[in-house]
């Protein structure tokens, strides 16, 4: 994301994370990020459990019904805060700080809303822009091949016979196997 001057980045601040300016965009960096994950999710599916090949206009598809899922449950979760913060609440018979904590409350329930209103724009705009869709999904794929090379080592851009893919394949199904039987242990209460 540009800064807002056009003032050129120095080394030192190339280093430095990029710090959000406004609370709609460090809720857009939350919602990339949770994009990232839900689309990395639907392409080890895809990819391992129902061995499809890939396809950029299937996964151009799936990022966009994942965006489109996201701004729904953002859109519901806003309406929610909405009703609560609207909702006239008995304030007589309160002690002046009840009151005023009641009414900050709402206050905070309408700023959220607004927020999450804020973020569900800009996710409108990175579902209706293909180019940034595209390098959401380009992000997630490289993201996903990085994790599934660090499970088991698969050549990459590397020519594989069938053979090869389906025992790089059925590696990686084992190793996601043993890490999920391992983290179900780990769920286990103390004594069993």
């Given at each position: 994301?540009?800064?807002?001057?056009?003032?050129?980045?120095?080394?030192?601040?190339?280093?430095?994370?990029?710090?959000?300016?406004?609370?709609?965009?460090?809720?857009?960096?939350?919602?990339?990020?949770?994009?990232?994950?839900?689309?990395?999710?639907?392409?080890?599916?895809?990819?391992?459990?129902?061995?499809?090949?890939w396809s950029d206009l299937t996964m151009i598809e799936?990022?966009?019904?994942?965006?489109?899922?996201?701004?729904e449950e953002l859109t519901q979760t806003a309406e929610?805060?909405?009703?609560?913060?609207?909702?006239?609440?008995?304030?007589?018979?309160?002690?002046?700080?009840?009151?005023?904590?009641?009414?900050?409350?709402?206050?905070?329930?309408?700023?959220?809303?607004?927020?999450?209103?804020?973020?569900?724009?800009?996710?409108?705009?990175?579902?209706?822009?293909?180019?940034?869709?595209?390098?959401?999904?380009?992000?997630?794929?490289?993201?996903?091949?990085?994790?599934?090379?660090?499970?088991?080592?698969?050549?990459?851009?590397?020519?594989?016979?069938?053979?090869?893919?389906?025992?790089?394949?059925?590696?990686?199904?084992?190793?996601?196997?043993?890490?999920?039987?391992?983290?179900?242990?780990?769920?286990?209460?103390?004594?069993?």
């Amino acid at each position: 994301m540009p800064l807002p001057d056009s003032a050129p980045r120095s080394p030192r601040d190339a280093e430095r994370p990029h710090v959000p300016s406004s609370p709609v965009e460090e809720g857009v960096l939350v919602a990339r990020s949770a994009l990232r994950l839900a689309i990395k999710n639907r392409i080890i599916l895809l990819t391992l459990r129902d061995e499809t090949p890939w396809s950029d206009l299937t996964m151009i598809e799936l990022a966009r019904r994942e965006i489109e899922t996201l701004r729904e449950e953002l859109t519901q979760t806003a309406e929610r805060l909405e009703a609560a913060s609207a909702t006239p609440r008995r304030l007589f018979g309160l002690s002046r700080r009840a009151a005023a904590n009641r009414r900050q409350d709402a206050e905070h329930q309408r700023t959220r809303a607004r927020i999450l209103r804020g973020v569900v724009d800009r996710l409108r705009e990175i579902e209706d822009d293909p180019a940034q869709t595209h390098a959401l999904l380009a992000v997630a794929r490289e993201e996903t091949l990085a994790e599934l090379t660090q499970a088991r080592l698969i050549p990459r851009g590397a020519e594989q016979s069938e053979e090869e893919r389906r025992a790089s394949i059925d590696a990686v199904k084992e190793d996601l196997r043993e890490m999920l039987a391992l983290q179900q242990l780990r769920d286990l209460p103390e004594g069993y």
